[in-house]
Protein backbone atom coordinates (compact mmCIF):
# COMPACT_ATOMS: atom_id res chain seq x y z
CA UNK A 1 0.00 0.00 0.00
CA UNK A 2 1.30 3.21 -0.56
CA UNK A 3 3.39 5.13 1.99
CA UNK A 4 5.28 8.39 1.82
CA UNK A 5 8.36 8.41 3.69
CA UNK A 6 8.59 12.22 4.06
CA UNK A 7 6.37 15.11 5.49
CA UNK A 8 6.61 16.37 1.98
CA UNK A 9 6.91 14.60 -0.58
CA UNK A 10 6.92 15.13 -4.82
CA UNK A 11 5.79 16.86 -6.31
CA UNK A 12 3.57 14.27 -8.61
CA UNK A 13 1.05 14.52 -10.94
CA UNK A 14 -2.04 14.36 -9.31
CA UNK A 15 -5.13 13.36 -11.98
CA UNK A 16 -7.04 16.02 -10.69
CA UNK A 17 -4.66 18.81 -9.28
CA UNK A 18 -1.76 18.49 -12.42
CA UNK A 19 2.11 18.73 -10.67
CA UNK A 20 1.15 18.39 -7.33
CA UNK A 21 3.81 18.94 -3.98
CA UNK A 22 2.43 17.05 -1.46
CA UNK A 23 2.37 17.23 2.42
CA UNK A 24 1.48 14.46 5.35
CA UNK A 25 0.43 16.02 8.52
CA UNK A 26 -0.10 12.30 9.57
CA UNK A 27 2.52 9.53 11.23
CA UNK A 28 5.54 9.27 8.56
CA UNK A 29 4.80 4.99 9.16
CA UNK A 30 1.56 4.66 9.98
CA UNK A 31 -1.69 5.75 9.18
CA UNK A 32 -4.31 7.94 11.12
CA UNK A 33 -8.17 8.69 10.08
CA UNK A 34 -11.51 8.36 10.98
CA UNK A 35 -12.68 6.39 7.85
CA UNK A 36 -11.65 3.23 6.72
CA UNK A 37 -12.66 3.63 3.32
CA UNK A 38 -12.52 0.59 0.82
CA UNK A 39 -10.73 1.96 -1.63
CA UNK A 40 -7.88 3.69 0.53
CA UNK A 41 -4.38 3.28 -0.99
CA UNK A 42 -2.60 3.47 2.26
CA UNK A 43 -4.75 0.26 3.42
CA UNK A 44 -6.57 -0.47 6.33
CA UNK A 45 -6.33 1.66 9.64
CA UNK A 46 -5.40 -1.64 11.00
CA UNK A 47 -2.51 -1.96 9.40
CA UNK A 48 -1.02 1.12 10.08
CA UNK A 49 -0.81 1.09 14.08
CA UNK A 50 2.68 1.14 14.53
CA UNK A 51 3.26 4.95 14.32
CA UNK A 52 1.81 7.86 15.91
CA UNK A 53 3.65 10.57 15.83
CA UNK A 54 1.94 13.60 14.11
CA UNK A 55 4.41 16.36 12.67
CA UNK A 56 4.49 19.38 14.10
CA UNK A 57 4.11 22.70 13.04
CA UNK A 58 7.59 23.52 12.69
CA UNK A 59 8.54 20.21 11.68
CA UNK A 60 6.47 20.91 8.89
CA UNK A 61 7.08 24.84 7.97
CA UNK A 62 11.00 23.63 7.63
CA UNK A 63 10.38 20.70 5.52
CA UNK A 64 7.89 22.58 3.16
CA UNK A 65 10.12 25.34 2.96
CA UNK A 66 13.31 23.16 1.98
CA UNK A 67 11.45 21.59 -0.45
CA UNK A 68 10.15 25.01 -2.36
CA UNK A 69 13.08 26.18 -2.56
CA UNK A 70 14.69 23.01 -3.95
CA UNK A 71 12.09 23.04 -6.59
CA UNK A 72 11.96 26.87 -7.81
CA UNK A 73 16.29 26.16 -7.50
CA UNK A 74 15.63 23.88 -10.15
CA UNK A 75 13.01 25.20 -11.87
CA UNK A 76 10.44 22.57 -11.22
CA UNK A 77 6.51 23.34 -12.05
CA UNK A 78 4.10 22.94 -8.79
CA UNK A 79 0.54 23.93 -9.42
CA UNK A 80 -1.17 22.76 -6.19
CA UNK A 81 0.65 22.48 -2.67
CA UNK A 82 -1.79 19.87 -1.36
CA UNK A 83 -2.63 18.27 1.87
CA UNK A 84 -3.25 14.35 1.74
CA UNK A 85 -0.56 12.06 3.13
CA UNK A 86 -1.64 8.74 5.50
CA UNK A 87 -5.40 9.29 6.72
CA UNK A 88 -7.45 12.82 7.24
CA UNK A 89 -5.48 15.85 7.44
CA UNK A 90 -7.33 18.00 9.71
CA UNK A 91 -7.05 15.46 12.69
CA UNK A 92 -3.30 16.75 13.54
CA UNK A 93 -3.89 18.98 16.13
CA UNK A 94 -1.57 21.74 14.17
CA UNK A 95 -3.93 22.22 11.31
CA UNK A 96 -4.71 25.59 11.69
CA UNK A 97 -1.47 27.09 12.46
CA UNK A 98 0.08 24.86 9.80
CA UNK A 99 -2.41 25.89 6.53
CA UNK A 100 -1.57 29.24 7.60
CA UNK A 101 2.20 28.87 7.47
CA UNK A 102 2.10 26.84 3.77
CA UNK A 103 0.20 29.92 2.45
CA UNK A 104 2.97 32.48 3.50
CA UNK A 105 5.35 30.34 2.40
CA UNK A 106 3.58 29.39 -1.09
CA UNK A 107 3.10 33.13 -1.30
CA UNK A 108 6.70 33.66 -1.31
CA UNK A 109 8.07 30.67 -3.10
CA UNK A 110 5.46 30.00 -5.62
CA UNK A 111 2.85 32.53 -5.64
CA UNK A 112 0.95 30.71 -8.46
CA UNK A 113 0.40 27.94 -6.91
CA UNK A 114 -2.93 26.33 -4.96
CA UNK A 115 -3.44 25.22 -1.73
CA UNK A 116 -5.38 22.29 -1.72
CA UNK A 117 -6.58 20.01 1.09
CA UNK A 118 -7.97 16.97 0.43
CA UNK A 119 -10.70 16.00 3.59
CA UNK A 120 -13.26 13.44 4.19
CA UNK A 121 -15.05 16.80 5.76
CA UNK A 122 -15.49 15.01 9.39
CA UNK A 123 -13.90 17.84 11.23
CA UNK A 124 -15.38 20.75 9.43
CA UNK A 125 -17.91 21.79 11.58
CA UNK A 126 -15.34 22.13 13.83
CA UNK A 127 -14.82 26.15 14.04
CA UNK A 128 -10.92 26.59 14.27
CA UNK A 129 -10.94 23.63 11.00
CA UNK A 130 -13.60 25.18 9.23
CA UNK A 131 -12.01 28.89 9.56
CA UNK A 132 -8.29 26.79 8.63
CA UNK A 133 -9.90 25.35 5.53
CA UNK A 134 -11.29 28.72 4.24
CA UNK A 135 -7.72 29.83 3.86
CA UNK A 136 -6.95 27.24 1.03
CA UNK A 137 -7.59 27.97 -2.59
CA UNK A 138 -9.11 24.13 -2.84
CA UNK A 139 -10.93 23.09 0.06
CA UNK A 140 -11.94 19.35 -1.87
CA UNK A 141 -14.36 17.59 0.62
CA UNK A 142 -14.84 14.64 0.15
CA UNK A 143 -19.29 13.11 0.13
CA UNK A 144 -19.00 9.15 -1.51
CA UNK A 145 -22.87 8.84 -0.86
CA UNK A 146 -25.93 9.83 -0.19
CA UNK A 147 -26.92 8.30 2.88
CA UNK A 148 -25.58 7.50 6.38
CA UNK A 149 -25.73 3.44 5.52
CA UNK A 150 -23.83 4.31 2.05
CA UNK A 151 -20.98 5.89 4.10
CA UNK A 152 -21.50 2.93 6.21
CA UNK A 153 -20.70 0.62 3.49
CA UNK A 154 -17.64 2.17 1.79
CA UNK A 155 -16.07 4.87 3.77
CA UNK A 156 -16.77 3.09 7.15
CA UNK A 157 -16.48 6.27 9.94
CA UNK A 158 -15.23 4.88 13.41
CA UNK A 159 -16.80 5.10 16.15
CA UNK A 160 -20.41 5.14 14.59
CA UNK A 161 -21.08 9.05 14.98
CA UNK A 162 -20.64 9.63 11.34
CA UNK A 163 -24.64 11.69 10.62
CA UNK A 164 -24.20 12.94 6.51
CA UNK A 165 -26.88 15.56 7.92
CA UNK A 166 -24.29 16.91 10.54
CA UNK A 167 -21.71 17.23 7.31
CA UNK A 168 -23.97 18.86 4.94
CA UNK A 169 -24.33 21.36 7.18
CA UNK A 170 -20.93 22.35 7.82
CA UNK A 171 -20.35 22.30 3.99
CA UNK A 172 -23.45 24.94 3.23
CA UNK A 173 -21.48 27.44 5.13
CA UNK A 174 -18.76 27.53 2.32
CA UNK A 175 -21.88 29.09 0.85
CA UNK A 176 -20.54 27.28 -2.19
CA UNK A 177 -16.80 28.09 -2.24
CA UNK A 178 -15.46 24.13 -1.90
CA UNK A 179 -14.56 21.46 -4.15
CA UNK A 180 -16.67 18.46 -3.96
CA UNK A 181 -14.97 15.04 -4.16
CA UNK A 182 -16.78 11.91 -5.09
CA UNK A 183 -15.23 8.32 -5.79
CA UNK A 184 -17.69 6.00 -8.32
CA UNK A 185 -17.16 2.42 -7.53
CA UNK A 186 -19.00 -0.73 -7.21
CA UNK A 187 -18.58 -3.28 -4.83
CA UNK A 188 -20.81 -6.62 -3.47
CA UNK A 189 -22.41 -4.24 -1.52
CA UNK A 190 -22.62 -0.60 -2.75
CA UNK A 191 -22.62 1.01 -5.61
CA UNK A 192 -22.30 4.53 -6.91
CA UNK A 193 -25.34 3.94 -9.67
CA UNK A 194 -27.70 2.58 -7.72
CA UNK A 195 -31.40 4.89 -8.30
CA UNK A 196 -31.42 5.81 -4.94
CA UNK A 197 -27.14 6.95 -3.57
CA UNK A 198 -26.99 8.78 -7.52
CA UNK A 199 -30.09 10.63 -7.03
CA UNK A 200 -29.63 11.32 -3.70
CA UNK A 201 -26.21 12.35 -4.42
CA UNK A 202 -27.53 15.08 -6.94
CA UNK A 203 -30.01 16.34 -4.31
CA UNK A 204 -26.95 16.75 -2.19
CA UNK A 205 -24.95 18.81 -4.80
CA UNK A 206 -28.26 20.47 -6.06
CA UNK A 207 -28.42 21.53 -2.14
CA UNK A 208 -24.61 22.97 -1.79
CA UNK A 209 -24.09 24.48 -4.84
CA UNK A 210 -20.45 23.61 -4.67
CA UNK A 211 -18.11 25.35 -7.34
CA UNK A 212 -16.35 22.36 -8.76
CA UNK A 213 -17.04 18.55 -8.49
CA UNK A 214 -14.60 15.89 -8.93
CA UNK A 215 -15.79 12.85 -9.90
CA UNK A 216 -13.27 9.64 -10.43
CA UNK A 217 -12.77 6.01 -10.00
CA UNK A 218 -10.61 3.42 -8.67
CA UNK A 219 -6.62 3.64 -9.65
CA UNK A 220 -4.05 2.12 -7.22
CA UNK A 221 -4.35 -0.87 -5.08
CA UNK A 222 -7.20 -1.42 -2.83
CA UNK A 223 -7.59 -2.92 0.30
CA UNK A 224 -10.92 -4.50 -0.19
CA UNK A 225 -11.20 -6.63 -3.04
CA UNK A 226 -13.85 -7.24 -5.50
CA UNK A 227 -13.90 -3.52 -6.23
CA UNK A 228 -15.46 -2.30 -9.66
CA UNK A 229 -14.37 1.20 -11.09
CA UNK A 230 -16.26 2.67 -13.71
CA UNK A 231 -15.27 3.87 -17.37
CA UNK A 232 -14.89 8.19 -17.81
CA UNK A 233 -18.00 7.56 -20.36
CA UNK A 234 -19.90 5.79 -17.73
CA UNK A 235 -19.16 8.53 -14.93
CA UNK A 236 -19.57 11.31 -18.03
CA UNK A 237 -23.11 9.84 -18.58
CA UNK A 238 -24.09 9.44 -15.14
CA UNK A 239 -23.42 12.90 -14.22
CA UNK A 240 -24.98 14.50 -17.33
CA UNK A 241 -27.99 16.14 -15.77
CA UNK A 242 -25.74 17.91 -13.55
CA UNK A 243 -23.59 18.75 -16.29
CA UNK A 244 -26.86 19.93 -17.74
CA UNK A 245 -27.69 22.17 -15.24
CA UNK A 246 -24.73 23.91 -15.46
CA UNK A 247 -22.42 22.79 -12.80
CA UNK A 248 -18.56 21.97 -13.38
CA UNK A 249 -17.88 18.37 -13.03
CA UNK A 250 -14.19 17.35 -13.77
CA UNK A 251 -13.91 13.97 -14.52
CA UNK A 252 -11.30 11.14 -14.10
CA UNK A 253 -10.45 7.45 -14.94
Known amino acids: MLRFDNIVFGPIHSRRL ?9 PEHGKLCNFDCIYCECGW ?3 GLS ?9 VA ?22 SGHGEPTLNPHFPEILADTVSLRDEYFPQAKVSVLSNATTV ?9 QM ?3 PIMKIDASSNAGVGLINRPAGGKYRLDDIVSGLMEFHGDFILQTMFLKSPDFDTSSRDNLSGWMELVRKLKPREIMVYTLDRETPEKDLVK ?14 DEGFYVQIRG
Do not use: H, W, Y
Open 18 to 26: GSSLGINLL
Open 45 to 47: NRD
Open 51 to 59: DRKMPSAED
Open 62 to 83: EALERKLQECAANGTAIDSITF
Open 125 to 133: NRPEVFRAL
Open 136 to 138: ADN
Open 230 to 243: FSVEEMTALVKPLV
